[in-house]
T-cell receptor, first 114, second 111 residues
Framework: GAVVSQHPSRVICKSGTSVKIECRSL??????MFWYRQFPKQSLMLMAT?????????EQGVEKDKFLINHASLTLSTLTVTSAHPEDSSFYIC??????????FGAGTRLSVL | EDQVTQSPEALRLQEGESSSLNCSYT??????LFWYRQDPGKGPEFLFT???AGEEKEKERLKATLTKKESFLHITAPKPEDSATYLC????????????FGRGTSLIVHP
């Protein structure tokens, strides 16, 4: 299957700092990528849809100024957690849409804010 | 609003003990139902897509089936390496085609 690379896999940061997470589709071009958040034993919660060359579409309740998304090319989307706080600690997962029916997921990023 | 309910929440099996996982859904016109496998600390790995009632798909020890209200993931003679969380998601016709995920079933297979 197609490969989506997500980096870093794990990050520990101090409260108040910003963290950038990268999501790359390695063998196909993705005009649409998704960012999810997952809490322990919970399902994937869609945070935003990242569209190449345009602004991201955020889900209700997700702060766009807190979670900055940039989709500058057809193979790269980034999520920046600005001024991170302990409550932002979570598992963040990206996916890249190959077709309307098929999306491939990255391996996820475990963020721990101290 | 599209809803996906997976059961059981957790399942423990002995190696070789076959069983089924359930995914019940309500959606305003099903475009597709997806099954994923997720290992701890990893992103979901695509397993199957089902599009219409009566459809079945198989991969190794896994077989997914679909009715108008639910899908089953049958695991035949499971092995410890089948231990993972299995996620179900549905995609509705029209709109943004963004799938709605269930909470998953955590499967542990003991040797």
């Amino acid at each position: 299957g197609a490969v989506v690379s997500q980096h870093p896999s794990r990050v520990i940061c101090k409260s108040g700092t910003s963290v950038k997470i990268e999501c790359r589709s390695l063998d196909f071009q993705a005009t649409t990528m998704f960012w999810y958040r997952q809490f322990p034993k919970q399902s994937l919660m869609l945070m935003a849809t990242s569209n190449e060359g345009s602004k991201a579409t955020y889900e209700q309740g997700v702060e766009k100024d807190k979670f900055l998304i940039n989709h500058a090319s057809l193979t790269l989307s980034t999520l920046t957690v600005t001024s991170a706080h302990p409550e932002d600690s979570s598992f963040y997962i990206c996916s890249a849409r190959l077709t309307e029916n098929i999306q491939y997921f990255g391996a996820g990023t475990r963020l721990s804010v101290l | 609003e599209d809803q996906v309910t997976q059961s059981p929440e957790a399942l423990r099996l002995q190696e070789g003990e076959s069983s089924s996982l359930n995914c019940s859904y309500t959606v305003s016109g099903l475009r597709g139902l997806f099954w994923y496998r997720q290992d701890p600390g990893k992103g979901p790995e695509f397993l199957f897509t089902l599009y219409s009632a009566g459809e079945e798909k198989e991969k190794e020890r896994l077989k997914a089936t679909l009715t108008k209200k639910e899908s089953f993931l049958h695991i035949t003679a499971p092995k410890p390496e089948d231990s993972a969380t299995y996620l179900c998601a549905v995609q509705a016709r029209g709109g943004s085609y963004i799938p709605t995920f269930g909470r998953g079933t955590s499967l542990i297979v003991h040797p």
